[in-house]
Structure formats: structure tokens, C-alpha cells
């Protein structure tokens, strides 16, 4: 455990996820280009994304139930594997229509890759390492984002569609060469837990090992967490941001450098957010609130601004959804700490549907809303103005997210007081509870 050859597997494996994440937002630099490839409408282009991510979300669950049953090794291959083949099927589409299967099938290569790698790291690191390590694995996987920003937009501005997207399907094939070669299983048995299990090391026990996790108001707390956190970043990244800063009359590598920032951001805000957990294990969801809280003002700044917002509210906008995304990976963290590790891999799938949900939701709404704005005031459909109606439908779905997130955390407060007698509220109870405990000591 927490030995070089953990480093490097954990290494190769990440390298996988940093591929996926290419592969996962080319899309979100070439949304202009596939709308004059195809000749479609802002609402069926969303498809190509809303597919991949309802693809992405609804695989989650069973993605985690094969995880307890056979481990991360057999999924981080698949995954690549689906991954090239999805981009070689968009790489040579001359319609949308196979466009749009090649991106279901990168949205199920996706799927099986982050939680595949995020169930490696508690297999092969273990103690206070375990955050920081979980952390790293979420911001080293945007490094995947910066990627497709720059060398795969400026490949798809210069060469073309089909070479663009035919060498980031060559990428992934060398990612799953390698994963083939040193990614393996730790030595941390997959099922370790005490969980009674009607036939052990069968389907029918990891799925009754899922219903435990599923119910586990921690689960549950990891998964609200997830939904509220990175579902915005998530839309502005891999569809409509390129296209909204376009509207706002920025040139593609000046957008590009706007998602760039995000990816930064998360790396400058993952180590911290990893060691505030780590320190302060019962203030996770107020972390995870205050982000939230963080979002909506900026999102309303932008939003209600006359005219075009100026640049340094769109940086502030960004740098928000860049601790956003680290944020996210607190759920993983509520995961990880009310579930056993044999039930990890359903418990991380539950999670990682949650941001994912949310975002496909926005993003299908938001090119409808736009197609709708567009054609009752006459504009082009990436014209600020619509942007700035169509955006809106953020604050509905996050908003039912915050008052679920709310309420999974009562009952696990509940449940934390029930079995271990741990008092959790606001900072100010526990601060009034310190004081009188120790005037009665003095």
C-alpha cells in the first residue's frame, strides 16, 4: 500500500481518465463546427451531447454493481476500448445520425472510467493519503479538458473533422495499450465488507450489495452533493460555454483559454478542499454549500449584467465552476466514508450519476429554450440575449438539488447521532457545546 508500483498503476490508470476526458469534451470546442458539419438545429445538436451524458449517468449504476463483482481492471479496458471505437464512428460521420451513435458509445467508454479509477485508489492507498489521492485523480482527469481546448481545437481548425477526431481516437488506443499493461487490481480484496450476501461473489450479491449502498442516507448525501456541485461547469464545458463566449464575441482561442482556466482553478483548489476534508471530516456539506452559494452569485452577476458582461466577471464566472469540480469529488468523499469497501463501486456509481443527471437535463433544455427565444425575437441562436434567458433553467434544477442535498443531510446527521453518538450541526452549536463542556471541567 501507498508503494511505487501503487504510484504506477495509479498513474497509468489516471493517464486513462485524462483520455476520457478528451474524448468526453471534443465536443464542447467543436459544437459550432458539428452544427455547420451537420446542418442541424441548436436543439438537435444538444443531442449529441444529452445522448452522451444520459448514455454516461444511466450506465453509472450498473457500471458500480460489475465493479463490486469482477473489480476496476476489466472496466478500465472496456472503457478504452468503447472510447476509441466511439470517436472513429464520429471521426468518419457524414450525418448526424452516426455522429450520434459513435457519441453513445463514448459516453458508455466514459462511463466505465472515472469510477473504475476512483475504485483503484482505496485498493492501493490507504490513512490520511486516501482525499489528497481522490482529489488528484479528479484534477489530473481535466487535464484531458486542456487537451481538447488547444492541440485537439487547433488539429480540428486546421486539419478537419475527420483527422481531428481520428487521432483522438489513436490517443485512447495507446491508453488502453498501456492500461492493459500495468493496470491492475490492488491488493485490497474487491469485496471486504461485512455485508451478509445472499450467494458471495455473485451477481445476485452485488446486487443486493447495491441496494445497501443505495440506501445508505450517505450515499444519497454524495449523490445531491455531486448533482449541485459540477453540473454546471459541466454544461458550460462540454457544450454551450464555446458557444455562449462565441455569442458574447470572443475568437475560439479565446474561449478556449476560458476553459482552460477552469481546469487550473481546479488544480489550485483540489489539493485544498482534499485537506479541508480530511481536517474538518463534519463540515463536508457546508463546503459543498458554500460552492453552490458561490455559483449562484456569479451566475446572477453575469445573467442580470446590461449588455455583455465584461471579462473579469466571465474569469470570476470561471474560476467559480473550477472549484466547482473538485467539489464535486466530496461526494465520492461521503461515499467512501459510509459505505464499506466491498460496496464502494455501488456507492461511487449512485454518486456519479448526480452531477451527470443534472447536466444532460440543462443541456437539453437550455438548446430548446434557445431554438425558442431565437425564433420568437428573430436573432441568430448564439446571440448573448438568448444565452441570457435560456441559462436561466440552472437555478431550477440546482435548486431542487440544494433542497434534496438538505435534507440527505438531516438523516445522516440522524444516523452518524444514532450509531456513534456524534453530535453534527451548525458551527455555532458545536462551538456552544465545547464551551459549556469545558466550564463544567474547570
Known amino acids: 500500500m501507498n508503494s511505487r508500483r501503487a504510484f504506477l498503476v495509479w498513474g497509468v490508470a489516471v493517464l486513462a481518465y485524462v483520455l476520457a476526458v478528451v474524448q468526453r469534451s471534443s465536443l464542447g470546442v467543436s459544437g459550432v463546427d458539428a452544427q455547420d458539419r451537420f446542418g442541424v438545429s441548436a436543439a438537435v445538436l444538444s443531442t449529441l451531447a444529452v445522448v452522451q451524458i444520459a448514455v454516461y449517468a444511466g450506465l453509472q449504476i450498473p457500471v458500480g454493481i460489475a465493479l463490486d463483482r469482477v473489480g476496476p481492471r476489466r472496466l478500465v479496458l472496456l472503457g478504452a476500448a468503447l472510447l476509441v471505437a466511439g470517436q472513429a464512428v464520429v471521426a468518419c460521420s457524414p450525418t448526424i445520425g452516426p455522429a450520434i451513435a459513435g457519441r453513445v458509445?463514448?459516453?458508455?467508454?466514459?462511463?466505465?472510467?472515472?469510477?473504475?479509477?476512483?475504485?483503484?485508489?482505496?485498493?492501493?492507498?490507504?490513512?490520511?493519503?486516501?482525499?489528497?489521492?481522490?482529489?488528484?485523480?479528479?484534477?489530473?482527469?481535466?487535464v484531458g479538458q486542456v487537451l481538447s481546448a488547444f492541440p485537439f481545437a487547433v488539429l480540428l481548425h486546421t486539419a478537419g473533422w475527420t483527422p481531428a477526431f481520428g487521432v483522438a481516437a489513436a490517443a485512447s488506443l495507446v491508453g488502453l495499450l498501456l492500461a492493459v499493461v500495468f493496470v491492475h487490481n490492488g491488493p485490497v480484496p474487491v469485496r471486504t465488507d461485512t455485508i451478509p450476501l445472499p450467494l458471495p461473489h455473485s451477481w445476485r450479491g452485488a446486487f443486493h450489495t447495491f441496494g445497501h449502498a443505495l440506501r445508505r442516507p450517505g450515499t444519497q448525501l454524495g449523490f445531491w452533493s455531486h448533482y449541485v456541485t459540477q453540473s454546471s461547469g459541466t454544461v458550460f464545458s462540454l457544450l454551450w460555454g464555446v458557444p455562449m463566449l462565441r455569442g458574447l464575441g470572443y475568437t475560439p482561442s479565446e474561449a478556449a483559454t476560458f476553459l482552460t482556466?477552469?481546469?487550473?482553478?481546479?488544480?489550485?483548489?483540489?489539493?485544498?478542499?482534499?485537506?479541508?476534508?480530511?481536517?474538518?471530516?463534519?463540515?463536508?456539506?457546508?463546503?459543498?454549500?458554500?460552492?453552490?452559494?458561490?455559483?449562484?452569485?456569479?451566475?446572477?452577476?453575469?445573467?442580470?449584467?446590461?449588455?455583455?458582461?465584461?471579462?473579469?466577471?466571465?474569469?470570476?464566472?470561471?474560476?467559480?465552476?473550477?472549484?466547482?469540480?473538485?467539489?464535486?469529488?466530496?461526494?465520492?468523499?461521503?461515499?467512501?466514508?459510509?459505505?464499506?469497501?466491498?460496496?464502494?463501486?455501488?456507492?461511487?456509481?449512485?454518486?456519479?450519476?448526480g452531477g451527470f443527471l443534472a447536466a444532460f437535463v440543462m443541456m437539453f433544455l437550455i438548446g430548446t429554450l434557445l431554438d425558442v427565444v431565437s425564433g420568437a425575437t428573430g436573432r441568430t441562436v448564439f446571440d448573448w440575449e438568448n444565452f441570457r434567458v435560456a441559462l436561466t433553467v440552472q437555478y431550477v434544477v440546482v435548486g431542487i438539488g440544494v433542497g434534496m442535498l438538505l435534507h440527505a443531510r438531516r438523516r445522516t446527521r440522524r444516523e452518524l447521532h444514532a450509531q456513534e453518538g456524534i453530535q453534527v450541526g451548525p458551527l455555532w452549536v458545536a462551538l456552544v457545546a465545547r464551551l459549556r463542556k469545558k466550564a463544567v471541567q474547570q
Do not use: K, Y
Open 261 to 353: 482556466v477552469i481546469v487550473v482553478v481546479g488544480f489550485v483548489a483540489g489539493p485544498v478542499l482534499g485537506v479541508l476534508c480530511a481536517r474538518f471530516p463534519l463540515r463536508r456539506s457546508n463546503l459543498v454549500l458554500g460552492i453552490v452559494g458561490a455559483l449562484a452569485l456569479v451566475w446572477t452577476a453575469v445573467l442580470l449584467w446590461p449588455g455583455h458582461p465584461p471579462t473579469w466577471l466571465l474569469v470570476l464566472l470561471v474560476v467559480a465552476m473550477g472549484v466547482g469540480g473538485p467539489g464535486s469529488l466530496i461526494g465520492f468523499d461521503f461515499a467512501r466514508s459510509f459505505n464499506p469497501v466491498g460496496s464502494l463501486g455501488s456507492a461511487n456509481g449512485v454518486v456519479n450519476v
Open 105 to 142: 458509445l463514448v459516453g458508455a467508454g466514459d462511463a466505465m472510467t472515472f469510477i473504475s479509477v476512483i475504485r483503484l485508489v482505496p485498493m492501493w492507498f490507504s490513512g490520511r493519503i486516501l482525499p489528497q489521492v481522490s482529489q488528484w485523480t479528479g484534477n489530473l482527469g481535466q
